[in-house]
């Protein structure tokens, strides 16, 4: 399956990244400022992984060389999450055809999407191209920085082209609606655009919303379907086992099929 590939091919990149997790969640509270239930690790935590490794192999992410490696601070930052209970969410077809094509109306609150039944899960998309390129899926998952406290969506692309094929884009949540936040984060893109040498950025600000829309939709599908779960379920869902290296969450040994659509419970 594609996600577990992903997994495989990060954790040869990173191969001291989940000790490394386990040491930042152990520090939640302690030596770090304390995060949110919902939030596995604050990304603070994961580019702090990402540059050990740079550091460790001479390389400055800040540099040219290393430029590249801040896009791998949000994967690392989902596949951290992922790894755990490695859920995949399958629609039914008929479900996800309407679900896609859903509008976000400009009365949602953000914070339904404190509901996903993960820290953070995996949706496979069939059909759904966003930039002119099909994707395979994306993983979803909430981030959160104490030192400004706000919260963030982050969506990591998978496109179905050979590994690796992740690409990230944040949603910054909060106050307000989540078309709100979805109108900001495509202005943003469009900006970055602008100065790239895109002189009109209306079409660019349009497709981007319009990219950003049926990810959001199947989210939010599967976040009211998961309404009645308590928010602290997600850390019930993997306790931490105490090691002779001090507590460590044990992954998930294989991929969970979640069907979404015929019945939530329904899993294979």
Not at 236 to 248: E, F, H, L, M, Y
């Amino acid at each position: 399956m594609k996600p577990k590939l992903q997994l495989e091919y990060y954790s040869k990149l990173y191969p001291a990244a989940w000790q490394q997790v386990d040491q930042i969640r152990t520090a939640r509270g302690q030596e770090l400022p304390p995060w949110p239930d919902w939030c596995f690790m604050p990304l603070s935590g994961a580019f702090a992984i990402v540059n050990a490794e740079a550091e460790a192999q001479g390389i400055d992410v800040f540099g040219c060389a290393g430029y590249p490696l801040l896009n791998d601070v949000s994967i690392i930052g989902a596949l951290a999450a992922w790894r755990v209970t490695q859920g995949i969410y399958r629609f039914d077809p008929d479900i996800y055809r309407v679900v896609i094509n859903t509008p976000i109306t400009g009365g949602l609150p953000y914070d339904i999407l404190y509901n996903l039944p993960e820290w953070c899960v995996y949706i496979e998309t069939p059909g759904l191209n966003i930039n002119g390129h099909e994707l395979t899926g994306f993983f979803a998952y909430l981030g959160y920085e104490a030192n400004d406290n706000h919260s963030e969506l982050w969506l990591v692309l998978d496109y179905d082209v050979p590994i690796p094929s992740l690409y990230t884009v944040p949603i910054q949540l909060g106050p307000g609606l989540l078309a709100d936040a979805l109108a900001k984060t495509a202005h943003e893109a469009a900006w970055q655009a602008d100065i790239l040498g895109v002189k009109d950025i209306a079409p660019a600000v349009d497709q981007q919303q319009d990219d950003y829309i049926p990810m959001v939709s199947l989210l939010l599908y599967l976040c009211s379907a998961n309404g009645d779960r308590q928010r602290g379920q997600k850390a019930d869902q993997a306790a931490p086992k105490q090691t002779p290296k001090g507590p460590r969450l044990n992954p998930s040994m294989q991929p969970k099929i979640w069907n979404v659509g015929v019945s939530m419970g329904d899993r294979k």
